[in-house]
């Protein structure tokens, strides 16, 4: 019996498994050091920002950020992209509000939201996969028609007083420590997110569709069924991101998380993600979450303005699109100045003689001339 099969079967998982760590070895390492560098740096040079006090206050921040990237990471993978995910809370968190103020529980608001958000994805999704809109375009439009929405259920009123049970656990940490509740449930959904792009056929089909989505649909992928999924995965995200932030602040407004969907873009372009697609890992998109966002945090305890923050964002989301497509085409060219250039033709070693004397005549079969 052959072993050539199985031998090969194993080498194949074997090659998935050695290609994160050789990514880590580009960007995303950049990212990493860059993001210690910052918080070691923030540390000791702005005053309360190395307190366990601002760290709870800094998690809390990053928390809505990083939810978002997550489906947004596999969105932009798969050469899509959906900047409608800030609205989409706004949406859902004046649903809540709506809902609480004619008395509906919480136990039914919170799955309603995300529920709602879900369907706000798919529709999103439709018109991408169905009527074949860029995604772009869609989702741009779409970010003012949910915010809009939004301003015509609340107006410019506010819905507080949410049950304070839900509040005090959203703001609350894990017994005497400064870990707040929401860190487990968050790093649950990381790994989750995680395993699915870098260790299922799921996440390797969302990098041959960024790579070639034509190529992808020739080789079986259900390409139009998948990304149909994501926007639905990530509008349910987003319902999800939606009711923790009308728990924490105890407010639903319309205008919760406005422009947020800025620094998510910022953070899942800085943390590796191609704008193309077909390339990114999610250990990158964590750590361009924690240094956009310990970034802002640091500048908001400087006294730095809320504009001053948004130029930041935009530096830097210009930077993250900016920057790897200047080093790959460095990169290029030092690769081909170090290739050794092509021999030239060599000559044969012992050229065969020449004929000496004039060539005999043809003869016939009968052997006259």
């Known amino acids: 019996m052959s072993t050539e099969a199985p031998t ?14 050789r990514r880590l070895a580009g ?40 939810l978002l990237a997550l489906p947004m990471t596999l969105i932009v993978v798969s050469g899509e992209i959906d900047l409608s995910v800030a609205s989409t809370v706004g949406l859902t ?30 529709f999103n999704g439709l018109l991408v996969t169905v009527l074949g809109l860029p995604s772009l375009a869609v989702t741009i439009g779409t970010l003012a028609l949910y915010r809009g929405l939004a301003y015509v259920l609340l107006g410019d009123t506010a819905v507080a007083d949410f049950a304070r049970e839900y509040t005090r656990w959203t703001i609350g940490s894990l017994g005497d420590s400064w870990v707040p509740n929401v860190v487990p449930p968050i790093l649950l959904l990381v790994t989750v997110f995680a395993l699915v792009l870098h260790a299922t056929p799921v996440g390797r089909s969302l990098f041959a569709m960024g790579a070639n989505d034509t190529a992808a649909a020739f080789a079986g992928i259900p390409v139009e069924r998948t990304k149909f999924w994501l926007y639905v995965v990530a509008g349910a995200v987003a319902g999800l991101v939606g009711a923790y932030w009308t728990l924490r602040y105890s407010t639903a407004r319309a205008d919760n998380a406005e422009g947020l969907e800025l620094t998510v873009v910022a953070a899942v372009l800085l943390g590796g993600v191609s704008i193309y697609g077909g390339r990114g890992t999610l250990l990158g998109v964590v750590a361009g979450v924690v240094l956009l966002t310990s970034l802002q945090n640091a500048l908001r305890l400087a006294k730095v303005s809320a504009d001053a923050l948004t130029v930041v964002t935009g530096t830097l989301l210009i930077l993250s699109v900016l920057l790897p497509n200047v080093t790959a085409a460095l990169r290029a060219r030092l690769a081909r100045r170090a290739a050794p250039a092509a021999p030239p033709p060599r000559e044969p070693a012992h050229p065969a003689p020449a004929p000496r004397g004039p060539a005999p005549e043809p003869t016939r079969r009968d052997g006259t001339p």
Do not use: H, Q
């Not at 090969?8 to 760590?21: F, G, K, Q, W």
């Open 93 to 122: 968190s004046a649903l809540m509000g709506e809902l609480w103020a004619n008395g509906l529980p919480l136990e039914t608001i919170i799955p309603l939201a995300v529920l709602a958000g879900a369907v706000l994805g798919a």
């Open 8 to 21: 090969r079967a194993t080498r194949a998982p074997l090659r998935e498994a050695l290609r994160l760590p």
């Open 27 to 66: 960007w995303d390492a950049a990212v990493v050091v860059l993001t210690v560098l910052t918080l070691v740096v923030a540390s000791g040079t702005v005053e309360e920002f190395g307190t366990t006090r601002n760290a709870t206050f800094l998690i809390l921040d990053l928390a809505p950020v990083l």
